[in-house]
């Protein structure tokens, strides 16, 4: 199982960037995809996840839209009105669709490599 995180870069607060996360080896509609971040010094922290419909941290409900496209195993994150706060490398993670505890990383089994988000103020 391999997932390819990517769309990472630098952008100005308020600006957008959309992350993606392929995956392969795994039949896709039947795991559950999560996106994770962590910054410098913190721990890692759930953004979103998407199984049949997407979850949100509460810092990112607004702002930031989850989509999936089966047929490209391949999972988005939208990200609008970015703050430096949102300053991370984002990691995607899969799991069994079924699987409880959505928020919890330590729920995940596979992980990509992470792309790095900067947002300047």
């Known amino acids: 199982v391999q997932l390819q995180a990517s769309g990472g870069g630098l952008v100005q607060a308020g600006g957008s960037l959309r992350l993606s996360c392929a995956a392969s080896?795994?039949?896709?509609?039947?795991?559950?995809v999560g996106w994770f971040r962590q910054a410098p010094g913190k721990e890692r922290e759930f953004v979103s996840a998407i199984r049949w419909s997407g979850v949100y941290s509460e810092s990112t409900k607004d702002r930031f839209t989850i989509s999936r496209d089966n047929a490209k195993d391949t999972v988005y994150l939208q990200m609008n009105s970015l703050k430096p706060e949102d300053t991370a490398i984002y990691y995607c993670?899969?799991?069994?669709?079924?699987?409880?505890?959505?928020?919890?990383?330590?729920?995940?089994?596979?992980w990509g490599q992470g792309t790095l988000v900067t947002v300047s103020s």
């Open positions: 993670a899969a799991r069994g669709i079924s699987d409880s505890n959505i928020y919890r990383p330590e729920t995940f089994r596979y």
């Open positions: 080896g795994l039949t896709f509609s039947s795991y559950a």
